[in-house]
């Protein structure tokens, strides 16, 4: 599955950015969705997923409570809602997609272009 996602940019901290990720494929539905990050000298590192119909998500315990991550299977997009921001979430923001929910939040098979999120102090 092809992924294109947009969204990033410059941000202070305590601010709100929305992130989304398009799926070329009408399967998208068959794919659980997720979010890493990669901030600069450090490893990718997963952020967020999905399950296939939404009904399930999980979290990385540094952004729990801060970002929520969601999906609309009708536009083939999922979504990484982004609240209060901190300078340490300034990262490579990429989204991922697997077949199944272990993958996709480890090894997933599908990987989207970056988008850069920068929080300022």
């Known amino acids: 599955v092809q992924l294109q996602a947009s969204g990033g940019g410059l941000v202070q901290a305590g601010g709100s950015l929305r992130l989304s990720c398009a799926a070329s494929?009408?399967?998208?539905?068959?794919?659980?969705m997720g979010w890493f990050r990669q901030a600069p000298g450090k490893e990718r590192e997963f952020v967020a997923a999905t399950s296939w119909r939404g009904s399930s998500t999980y979290y990385a315990d540094s952004v729990k409570g801060r970002f929520t991550i969601s999906r609309d299977n009708s536009k083939n997009t999922v979504y990484l809602q982004m609240n209060s921001l901190k300078p340490e979430d300034t990262a490579v923001y990429y989204c991922a997609a697997a077949l199944s929910t272990v993958a996709v939040t480890t090894t997933p098979s599908s990987w989207g272009q970056g988008t850069q999120v920068t929080v300022s102090s």
């Open positions: 494929e009408r399967t998208f539905s068959d794919y659980n």
